[in-house]
Every structure is written in C-alpha cells, then in structure tokens.
C-alpha cells in the first residue's frame, strides 16, 4: 500500500493517524505542493485534481481523505472480522468535520506577498508541465482555473468570513460534545478524532492558538491528551517542533527562490 501525502497537509494528517492507529503498513511518499510537486506528470496522470493524500493499494487508487478513511476501515472489518468501528455518532462527527475546508481560512491567514509568491511560482509549474505532457493540457487548465478562483475568492470577505464561521462552529460543536465525552464521539478514541486533530494542528500551524483553542477549556484538555499519542508523535508531532519544521521550510523556500530565480519551473 503507498500513500502519497504531505506532512503539513490537513487531509494528508486524516488519513496518516486512521493508518498509524489501526497498525496499517504503507510506504510513504511525500509530494510538497508549495513546490508543485504535485504538478509533475507521473502523479498528475494518476491523479487529475493533483490533490494530496493519494492512496494506492494495487491498482486501487483512492483520493478523497475521507474515502481513504472509509477504506481503511472495510479494511480491518475484512482483516481482523471485527465489527466496523464506524458508528452512527462517528459518522456524524466525520461528515462534520469535512464538511469545513482549510484551504480558504488558511491562505487567508497568510501575508499576501508569501501567498502571492507561491501561487504565481505554482502557476508557472502548470504552464510548463502543460507543454511537457501536451495531453494533459486541458486538465492542467483546470488547476490554473482553480488557482484564479481561489484568488477571487481570497478577496471576497463574505467567503472568508464564512469558513472562519463553519470552523467556529465545529470547534463549538466539539467543545460542547467534550464536556460529555472523552474523545469526540465517546470514551474511546474513533477515526472522528483522527479527522479532527488536524485541524487543530493546522490552527496551531498558523499560530492561532490562543484565539480558538486556548478560550474553549475542553478542547485545549482534549488536544494535551491525544498528544500524548504515538500516532499524534508521528504524523504530527515529530514535524511540528524541532530541526525537522525548520528544515521543511528552509527547503521549501530556498527550491522556491532559486527555481523563481532561474526560472526553472
Ligand atoms: N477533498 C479532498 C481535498 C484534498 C486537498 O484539498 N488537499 C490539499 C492539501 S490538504 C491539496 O492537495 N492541495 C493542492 C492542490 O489543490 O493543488 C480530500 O478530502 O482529500
């Protein structure tokens, strides 16, 4: 099984905790779309949307986090003859939290010329792609039509406005449920709470802490607790503190400038 992802992508943490949680052996590729990695022909042929996580097992090939999720879970329930650990209240709670994309609130949170220099660097990576593998040229349009749209939208401040509130709302929603609860959908940790925690890594990420997680008790407590995890160490943790964030970015940033230099896309 391959699982191709990145470690500060949001879907890509979903998946990486429901596999570290049930045991799953895969191998791991990482694909940086800063860099437009996810760009190059050979995984843009496998995967039109060039969307990361990607997960293969033989010629099965599944895109979608929650998809993933899923899968793995029918998984198991084949592997081990266990009942799916899917009920009803985890459902609930996964539909919930997929329901709120990061991408808007997450680029708005960043300065615009950061934001505007990997946007245009990866602009420049479909165009020349698109002269690589000619074939491909009308999917790659449609990622360049996506970049222009999502720049439309970074400047209406109605659809900022609105996935800043669906993520108020979730966290609302989560808190309210944890002062019933240990985990979100009851005492034992559930692939809901593998969906859940990377988004408050992605908050933490962009140094939000303080505004949405610290003024809701039960989920600063709840976020401590998975922590402490061996899952959470190893597809958050690990790249969180220390030399290896600070070598991610050092990386992303110098192949972005030298690439921008050279014009070498
Ligand atoms: N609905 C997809 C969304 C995946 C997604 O948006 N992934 C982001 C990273 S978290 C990505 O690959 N962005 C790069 C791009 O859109 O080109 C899922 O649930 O997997």
């Known amino acids: 099984m391959q699982l191709y992802h990145h470690p500060y992508s949001v879907d890509s943490q979903k998946v990486r905790l429901a596999l570290e949680e049930n045991g799953i ?26 969307k990361l996580p990607v997960f293969q097992n033989g010629s099965q090939i599944i895109y979608q986090a929650m998809d993933i999720i899923l899968y793995i879970d029918r998984l198991i329930v084949s592997l081990d003859g266990k009942a799916s650990s899917i009920t009803t209240q ?15 609130f997450t680029l708005s949170h960043i300065p615009d010329k950061y934001r505007l220099f990997v946007s245009k660097f990866v602009r ?24 222009y749209e999502t720049e439309d939208k970074l400047k209406n401040p109605d659809i900022v406005k609105q996935s800043e509130e ?17 985990y979100l959908a009851g005492e034992e940790f559930t692939l809901a709470d593998a969906m859940f925690i990377p988004v408050l890594s992605r ?9 949405y997680v610290s003024c809701r008790p039960k989920i600063a407590g709840y976020y401590e607790l998975v922590k402490r995890r061996p899952s959470y160490k190893k597809v958050i943790g690990k ?19 030298i690439r921008s230099m050279f014009r070498r896309y």
Request: glycine share 2%.
């Open 203 to 211: 908050i933490t990420l962009l140094n939000l802490e303080e505004e």
């Open 166 to 182: 669906k993520l108020l709302r979730l966290l609302d929603d989560a808190e309210m449920q944890l002062q019933e609860t240990r």
């Open 25 to 50: 052996d895969y191998t791991s590729f990482h694909v940086n779309p800063l860099t437009g990695k996810n760009m190059d022909s050979s995984f843009f042929r496998m995967n039109p949307s060039a």
């Open 90 to 104: 985890v459902m609930d709670w996964m539909l919930k939290i997929e329901e709120w994309n990061p991408k808007i």
């Open 124 to 147: 420049r990576v479909v165009i020349a792609r698109m002269s690589e593998a000619p074939d491909l040229a009308s999917v790659y349009h449609v990622k360049l039509r996506d970049a």
């Open 239 to 257: 790249h969180f503190s220390g030399w290896r964030w600070y070598r991610t970015l050092v990386k992303t940033v110098f192949f972005l400038c």
